[in-house]
T-cell receptor
Framework: EADIYQTPRYLVIGTGKKITLECSQT?????MYWYQQDPGMELHLIHY???????EKGDLSSESTVSRIRTEHFPLTLESARPSHTSQYLC???????????FGPGTRLTVL | QKEVEQNSGPLSVPEGAIASLNCTYS??????FFWYRQYSGKSPELIMF????GDKEDGRFTAQLNKASQYVSLLIRDSQPSDSATYLC????????????FGAGTRLFVKA
């Protein structure tokens, strides 16, 4: 079982709120990723990191930001949530770019 | 043209039959190929990976890779209703930087 954790698992908030989705892994992986996935739809990479102090934007434009101050921690922040941000957010990590990705359980976000 | 293409399905097979899932990719330099299974409402989990041309077997699953044709497939023998899920093909591209590209997934339905 993969040791990658996400909190909260479910979040319902009002428009305009600032939120941070947490992701932590205990595998010592350098590579970490954030994906957005609507029900029944494909994964969209929104951010990734190759290591501490490294962050890059993914293929899907996102109004979120990320930070990587510690190897094990890769939080995602939305400064002002909107209904269009309603989705499932999946965090993943891998030992290297050539290895499999381990996914966390996801955070299902609903913005009213 | 998408970088990793899969038939979205649904692919419906009877219990006990062989399910064949296909994936094509565009980057000829790709070296690593992965199949993930995603149950509805859950996170993707790795089924198999393959790096070399030919077949790789693991229990009821066989991955097949043909780099010349830029084609990778997953065969599921003796399909079970518990195999009903979405199967994601993922390819590690090297052109333009090392990154993993996920296909949109094929929904498989195994009828009891």
């Amino acid at each position: 079982e993969a040791d990658i954790y996400q909190t909260p698992r479910y979040l319902v908030i009002g428009t305009g709120k600032k939120i941070t989705l947490e992701c932590s892994q205990t595998m010592g992986h350098d590579k970490m990723y954030w994906y957005q996935q609507d029900p029944g739809m494909e994964l969209h990479l929104i951010h990734y990191s190759y290591g501490v102090n490294s962050t890059e934007k993914g293929d899907l434009s996102s109004e979120s930001t990320v930070s990587r101050i510690r190897t094990e921690h890769f939080p995602l922040t939305l400064e002002s949530a909107r209904p269009s941000h309603t989705s499932q957010y999946l965090c993943a990590s891998s030992e290297s770019s050539d290895n499999e990705q381990f996914f966390g359980p996801g955070t299902r976000l609903t913005v009213l | 043209q998408k970088e990793v293409e899969q038939n979205s399905g649904p692919l419906s097979v009877p219990e006990g039959a062989i399910a064949s899932l296909n994936c094509t990719y565009s980057d000829r330099g790709s070296q690593s190929f992965f199949w993930y299974r995603q149950y509805s409402g859950k996170s993707p989990e790795l089924i198999m990976f393959i790096y070399s041309n030919g077949d790789k077997e693991d229990g009821r699953f066989t991955a097949q890779l043909n780099k010349a044709s830029q084609y990778v497939s997953l065969l599921i023998r003796d399909s079970q209703p518990s195999d009903s899920a979405t199967y994601l093909c993922a390819v590690n591209e090297v052109t333009g930087g090392f990154k993993t590209i996920f296909g949109a997934g094929t929904r498989l339905f195994v009828k009891a």
